[in-house]
C-alpha cells in the first residue's frame, strides 16, 4: 500500500512538473494573446456571412473526402485481417506475435499527415496518395484491434476444437469468429469514423479532399468561402458520427 502511494505521489509530482516546465520554457504571453482580440474579431467577421456560391465546389470535395475514408478503410481492413491473426498469441507462435506487435507499434507511431506528404511525392498530388496513406496508418490501430478482439474470445470453444486436432483456420472459423465478429464492426466503424475526420486534412498536403479547398480559400484571403467549406465540413462528421453511433448500437 505505501509502495503505491508513493507511487501515485511520484506520478502526480511529475505530471506537476511536466506542466511547469512548460510554461516555464515556452514562448507565451497572455498579453500577446489579449492585444490579438481585434484581430480575431476581424478574422471572424470577414468568414460572416458564409459564401454560398461554393456549393459545387463543396461536393466535390465531400464526395472525394468520402471516397478517400471508404477506400482507405478497405485497404486497411484488407491488410487487417492476415496481420491481425499474426499478431494474435492465440493463432501463432510468440516470436512471430511479437514481430507483428512491433511492426504495428511502428506503423502508428508515424503521423498521417507525414505518410501523406511522402505519398505525395511518391505518387504525385490527388486522392490515391491520401487512401494508401489512410490504409497504412489505419492498419497499425485496426490490425492491434482485431488481434485484441481474437485474444479476448473465450477459450473453452479453442480447446474443444484443438483436443479433436483442428488447425489454426478452423478454430478461426468456427470458435473464435463468431465470437469476435460483433466486436470486428464495432472497431472497424470506428476507425471508418476517424479515417473520415483524417481525411478532411489531407487536403492541406495535396493529397485530395475537401481539406484542399479550406487550404485555397484561407491562402487567397476568401474567408467567406472558407466559412461555407468549414460548415460543410462539422456538418458532414456529425451526420457520419450519428450513423457510426447507430451502427454501434447495433452490432453490441
Same mark, same amino acid.
Given at each position: /500500500?505505501?509502495?503505491?502511494?508513493?507511487? !501515485?505521489?511520484?506520478?502526480?509530482?511529475?505530471?506537476?512538473?511536466?506542466?511547469? &516546465?512548460?510554461?516555464?520554457?515556452?514562448? @507565451?504571453?497572455?498579453?500577446?494573446? /489579449?492585444? %490579438?482580440?481585434?484581430?480575431?474579431?476581424?478574422?471572424?467577421?470577414?468568414?460572416?456571412?458564409?459564401?454560398?456560391?461554393?456549393?459545387?465546389?463543396?461536393?466535390?470535395?465531400?464526395?472525394?473526402?468520402?471516397?478517400?475514408?471508404?477506400l $482507405?478503410?478497405?485497404?486497411?481492413?484488407?491488410?487487417?485481417?492476415p496481420? $491481425?491473426?499474426?499478431?494474435?498469441?492465440?493463432?501463432?507462435?510468440?516470436?512471430?506475435?511479437?514481430?507483428?506487435?512491433?511492426l504495428?507499434?511502428?506503423? *502508428?507511431?508515424?503521423?498521417?499527415?507525414?505518410?501523406? /506528404?511522402?505519398?505525395?511525392?511518391?505518387?504525385g498530388? !490527388?486522392?490515391?496518395?491520401?487512401?494508401?496513406?489512410?490504409?497504412?496508418?489505419?492498419?497499425?490501430?485496426?490490425?492491434?484491434?482485431?488481434?485484441?478482439?481474437?485474444?479476448?474470445?473465450?477459450?473453452?470453444?479453442?480447446?474443444?476444437? #484443438?483436443?479433436?486436432?483442428?488447425?489454426?483456420?478452423?478454430?478461426?472459423?468456427? %470458435?473464435? &469468429?463468431?465470437? /469476435?465478429?460483433?466486436?470486428?464492426?464495432?472497431?472497424?466503424?470506428?476507425?471508418? #469514423?476517424? =479515417?473520415?475526420? #483524417?481525411?478532411?486534412?489531407? !487536403?492541406i498536403?495535396?493529397?485530395?479532399?475537401?481539406?484542399?479547398?479550406?487550404?485555397?480559400?484561407? *491562402?487567397?484571403?476568401?474567408?467567406?468561402?472558407?466559412a461555407?467549406?468549414?460548415?460543410?465540413?462539422v @456538418?458532414? @462528421?456529425?451526420?457520419? #458520427?450519428?450513423? =457510426?453511433?447507430?451502427?454501434?448500437?447495433?452490432?453490441?
Amino acid at each position: /500500500m505505501a509502495f503505491r502511494g508513493f507511487g !501515485g505521489f511520484a506520478t502526480s509530482g511529475l505530471i506537476a512538473a511536466a506542466i511547469l &516546465w512548460s510554461f516555464a520554457t515556452t514562448d @507565451v504571453e497572455l498579453s500577446r494573446l /489579449m492585444s %490579438a482580440g481585434p484581430r480575431i474579431a476581424d478574422f471572424l467577421g470577414r468568414m460572416f456571412p458564409p459564401d454560398p456560391t461554393v456549393m459545387a465546389e463543396i461536393k466535390k470535395g465531400s464526395a472525394e473526402t468520402l471516397r478517400i475514408a471508404i477506400l $482507405g478503410t478497405l485497404g486497411a481492413v484488407i491488410l487487417s485481417v492476415p496481420l $491481425g491473426i499474426l499478431a494474435s498469441e492465440t493463432m501463432v507462435s510468440p516470436a512471430v506475435f511479437r514481430s507483428i506487435r512491433t511492426l504495428l507499434a511502428f506503423i *502508428r507511431a508515424i503521423p498521417l499527415i507525414l505518410v501523406a /506528404m511522402l505519398m505525395v511525392g511518391a505518387v504525385g498530388l !490527388g486522392p490515391l496518395p491520401g487512401i494508401i496513406a489512410v490504409a497504412f496508418h489505419a492498419t497499425g490501430m485496426l490490425a492491434k484491434f482485431y488481434a485484441e478482439a481474437i485474444d479476448g474470445v473465450s477459450r473453452a470453444p479453442i480447446a474443444a476444437l #484443438e483436443s479433436a486436432g483442428a488447425g489454426p483456420l478452423v478454430r478461426l472459423r468456427h %470458435a473464435i &469468429w463468431p465470437q /469476435m465478429a460483433p466486436v470486428i464492426a464495432r472497431d472497424t466503424i470506428f476507425r471508418f #469514423e476517424l =479515417n473520415l475526420r #483524417e481525411s478532411l486534412i489531407l !487536403g492541406i498536403v495535396g493529397a485530395g479532399g475537401i481539406g484542399f479547398y479550406i487550404q485555397t480559400y484561407v *491562402r487567397s484571403f476568401q474567408y467567406d468561402k472558407a466559412a461555407s467549406v468549414t460548415i460543410a465540413v462539422v @456538418v458532414m @462528421v456529425m451526420a457520419i #458520427e450519428a450513423i =457510426n453511433v447507430a451502427l454501434r448500437r447495433r452490432f453490441t
